[in-house]
């Protein structure tokens, strides 16, 4: 005689694979009584540079090496001679109007403050284009052509919609 019963529908039932083991699932190691192991430090522990070296600074970075580096580095920033200066003059203006052009636009002056930012497109582009890769190395971003067609675009666009957005 065949069984009537109609065969299970649903979900089929999963086996559980199991879990890995994890390196803090072992037991405790049994420790020697003639070298019992040392106390945690406890508050903050200066590293020596060899161990510090090993830390990856990507992943940890202040907490690692303290505030040090950054300070540093940012001293180290004002530390260059007249001709690194000189050569930044270009990125430095364009930094400058950028800024201008914000404080406009911020202030409600969102005309002037446009204006402002698309001659600096402009500027920018002469810049990139007539200048050494020395002078300009700040503001580059692609290769030069890319960079002049891609600035002179932006500031005839930016231009373009100054004139004609009615007042």
Known sequence: MTSLRKPRRGK?????????????????????????????????????????????LERYGVAARGWAPFRDWFIGIFKHDKEWWRRQVAFLIVVLLLIVSAVFVLAGHWRRGVTILACTALLTAALRSFLPADYVEMLEVRSQRFDVIFLLVMGTALLFLVVTVPV
């Open 12 to 56: 089929k039932r999963q086996v559980k694979k199991p879990r890995e083991k994890h390196f803090l699932d072992d037991k405790p190691q049994l420790v020697n009584p003639a070298f019992p192991p040392e106390p945690a430090p406890t508050g903050r522990v200066e590293a020596p540079d060899d161990v510090i070296a090993d830390v990856d």
